[in-house]
């Protein structure tokens, strides 16, 4: 990557296909970590980077929020964190020379994977109304520009602020205070296209959208239930907290419809066993369930606890537990003692035997983490699922005690943390009420936009400006190309970013992008260096102190540009001390000890090694701050995913060599796909029930009704293990198929992972 960009990748002549793998990370994790890091920071930087990464005194890996032991070994990070790192901490820097050269014509046609690589952003630079080129622009004009567009505005509920899970949490709680200053409620965030359907569930069954684990819970539990997560790529330092509950006696099962390596074995890189020998076997069991049928699994081992009990009563409930802290037992007895096992054998894929053994491991365990990811949360009946998550657990008393409870893998660094300091666009009056009498106004009650909502405000003009704190917004959300037809019709688009990604690309009549630091650089501010906080998946809170220069002069950072902002937007409107929170964090975290629950004492605490932990109600008190102020069982009709003859149930999923929508390289080697990622994974018996073959060339066609077809073309089929019936493409390409209709009841998370696709042999053929 040193001095010369990558070229493009958006097809992929070199596509080569070979068997996936049942091993994840040994040696040639560290390879695939260590060699890009070599080559492209050189050895001083690499050491000074990676050493630091997840260290109590060092920076937050700005890629998944998976919490951190107290204990940290000399290097804690994975392959894929030290990739996100390299990516970031770059020296290649985006020339000025470049926006003349390239017009926003020539960069739609590349692809994220090339635009990610032509490295980091330096300057400002906008793009003028009927323009088809960035050119530089300053500072304080740009501020200037978007106040005057902003105010311009009839109503403040015509701009939307989108917020990344890489924004710290200095950095969201300033800029919530921005946007409700400027008097709208429109905050859609990551969180909405991912968790939302977690926090809407756990928020009404045991009063908080959170994890009620700690990170040693997992050496102190009898079973772990993994499901629709895949560890080895997405958060592979849970792999060593895994095999440390292997080592503890613990029993694991993996839920899944794809089998994926790191579930199966794995090769820890800091130990002569995962170097030199088999390393540790994960899963136990794995059942490759169909894909939408986690609710009917669930139900059905719910049953037979129930049943147990029935039978032997008084030896498999916890009884105690169940009349002193929860309500709706006897309501969902009464629904479950008709669950049909027939359909549920036809939801799940699954045998009866495979429900049995699991029910049997959780009625004998006395401590049992369910952990989660998007496998769960991207599901028409994404809600409902995890309230029989809630369920099954709460039936054992399996939270608020150690070695046991829920446990939500959430997939950016502070994406939980944004949420915690007011990204959202319907807090609680609670937390407004706080907020004005902190900042002496007051804040709009309206109820704002999700990621969804912003872009059907966008189609009927009922939103014209857009800012996005971080992300990749048109490539995260579904329904690509009416996504970018919205974001096309806005008046102006700002996006505050590190790199390039295809949300700059594609904008509104007039469009702006900031350049902003990155979490590895020094944040110099009047007042000295400065540090923010990040909060993890188990609700620990801890600081990130950037380690190496900027990598250009004149970068700004995202407090510095929120804060620069709103001075130039509110004026004299505003009493607020903004320049204030750019010149010493300390400020804005003394405001946020005033008005966010648990950040007390925010700046003192912050300051100790390794952070503290926030006060969570389900795990520290069985105290359940619910509507009835106890932790409710409830009742939810399973609904299938049906599966019409001749079609397959998609998934959409990331790459190993992937965060989120960007993209490290074209290789996903667990799965056996190098140089290219334009395939298809299908079961082998569909291939052949569908009159196709490996190798072959598909159009993808997704099917909703009342609309016309939405396609993927000339898209190779792999013949691939997953469950019959599934079949699985990239995020986020396949988003183009998803759409915007689509979305979890309640939550309006895009269903990513329950999209009905036909395969038609490809009507134009391509190499590879």
């Known amino acids: 990557m040193k001095g010369k960009p990558l070229n493009d990748g958006t097809s992929y002549p070199d596509l080569k296909v070979s068997h996936p793998e049942h091993e994840a ?58 990739k996100a790192v390299i990516w970031e901490a770059t020296p290649v820097t985006v020339p000025s020379t470049f926006w003349a050269e390239y017009s926003l014509t020539d960069l739609l046609s590349k692809s994220e994977y090339w635009l990610g690589m032509q490295g980091r952003l330096t300057e400002p630079v906008y793009k003028a109304a009927g323009s088809d080129h960035y050119t530089p622009i300053s500072w304080n004009d740009a501020f200037a520009l978007v106040a005057d567009r902003l105010n311009a505005l009839p109503s403040p509920d015509q701009a939307a602020f989108y917020t990344s899970g890489r924004t710290a949490n200095e950095t969201a709680f300033i800029y919530q205070l921005f946007v409700r200053a400027f008097g709208t409620n429109n905050l859609p965030d990551c969180s909405n296209m991912c968790h939302e359907s977690t926090g809407t569930a756990l928020g009404e069954t045991i009063g908080i959208g959170k994890s009620t684990i700690a990170y040693d819970d997992f050496e102190r539990t009898q079973l772990i239930i993994i499901m629709g997560q895949n560890p080895g790529t997405n958060h592979p330092r849970m792999l060593t907290a895994l095999e440390d509950a292997k080592k503890q006696g613990a029993t694991i099962v993996a839920v899944n419809p794809l089998p994926e390596a790191g579930l199966f074995r794995y090769k820890n890189p800091q130990t002569a066993r995962g170097l030199i020998g088999h390393g540790t076997a994960i899963a136990d069991q794995y059942l490759q369930i ?26 498999v409930l916890d009884h105690d537990f169940l009349a002193e802290y929860t309500l709706g037992l006897d309501e969902l007895k009464a629904h479950l003692a008709d669950l049909d096992e027939a359909d549920v054998l036809t939801a799940t894929g699954l045998s009866s035997g495979e429900i049995d053994e699991l029910a049997d491991r ?25 309230r029989e998550l809630i369920n099954l657990l709460l039936l054992k008393g399996n939270i608020g005690k150690p070695g046991a409870g829920a446990s939500p893998i959430r997939g950016h660094s502070n994406v939980q943390g944004d949420r915690t300091m007011g990204v959202w666009e319907q807090m609680s009056d609670t937390f407004l009420d706080s907020l004005a009498r902190e900042f002496d106004f007051e804040p709009p009650r309206k109820r704002g936009t999700d990621a969804l909502q912003t872009i059907e405000a966008m189609q009927r003009g009922d939103i014209s400006i857009f800012f996005a704190m971080g992300g990749n917004f048109v490539g995260a959300i579904s329904d690509t190309a ?99 929170f750019e010149h010493d964090y300390d400020i804005i975290r003394e405001h946020i000890s005033r008005v966010v629950p648990g950040f007390e004492n925010f700046n003192t605490d912050v300051r100790r090694k390794g952070g503290f932990v926030l006060p969570n109600g389900p795990r520290d008190s069985r105290t359940f701050n619910t509507k009835t102020g106890k932790a409710m069982l409830t009742v939810n009709t399973l609904e299938p995913v049906v599966r019409p003859p001749g079609r397959l149930i998609l998934q959409t999923l990331r790459s190993h060599d992937q965060f989120n929508t960007t993209i490290y390289s074209l290789n996903d080697r ?53 469950a019959k019936g599934c079949a699985a493409a990239y995020y986020p390409e396949a988003n183009v198929l998803i759409p915007l209709a689509s979305a979890a009841d309640r939550s309006n998370t895009p269903v990513s992972k329950a999209i009905l696709v036909r395969l038609e042999p490809a009507t134009a053929l391509v190499a590879g």
């Open 25 to 82: 990370v040994g040696l040639p994790g560290i390879f695939h970590s260590m060699e890009p890091a070599l080559l492209d920071l050189g050895p001083a930087r690499t050491a000074k980077l990676l050493t630091s990464i997840n260290q109590k005194d060092g920076f937050d890996c700005m890629s998944c929020a998976w919490p951190d032991p107290d204990k940290r070994k000399a290097l804690e990070f994975c392959e894929n964190g030290a």
């Open 482 to 580: 009416a996504a970018e037809a919205a974001m096309r019709g806005t008046s102006l688009t700002v996006q505050v970013s590190t790199k390039l990604n295809r949300s700059h690309v594609v904008t509104g009549a007039e469009a702006l992008i900031l350049p902003t630091l990155g979490r590895t650089e020094v944040d110099l501010q009047a007042t000295g260096p400065q540090f923010v906080s990040v909060e993890d998946s188990v609700c620990a809170v801890h600081g990130s102190h950037g380690r190496i220069p900027p990598v250009a002069p004149g970068i700004l950072s995202e407090i510095a540009i929120v804060s620069r902002l709103a001075r130039a937007t509110l004026g004299a409107t505003s009493n607020i001390a903004w320049e204030s």
């Open 290 to 315: 169909r894909s939408g049928g986690d609710m009917a699994l669930l139900q059905a081992v719910a049953k037979r606890v129930l049943d147990a009990e029935a039978a032997a009563p008084g030896t």
């Open 362 to 386: 959780y009625m004998h365990s006395d401590r049992t983490i369910i952990t989660w990811a998007m496998g769960l949360t991207q599901q028409k009946k994404s809600v409902e699922t995890l």
């Open 670 to 722: 667990y799965r056996g796909i190098k140089a290219g990622r334009d395939v298809i994974f299908v079961n082998p018996l569909d291939i052949e029930e569908l009159g196709l073959t490996d190798g072959q060339r598909v159009d993808i066609f997704s099917e909703w009704p009342g609309e016309p077809d939405r396609e993927l073309r000339n898209y190779r089929v792999v013949s691939y293990p997953t």
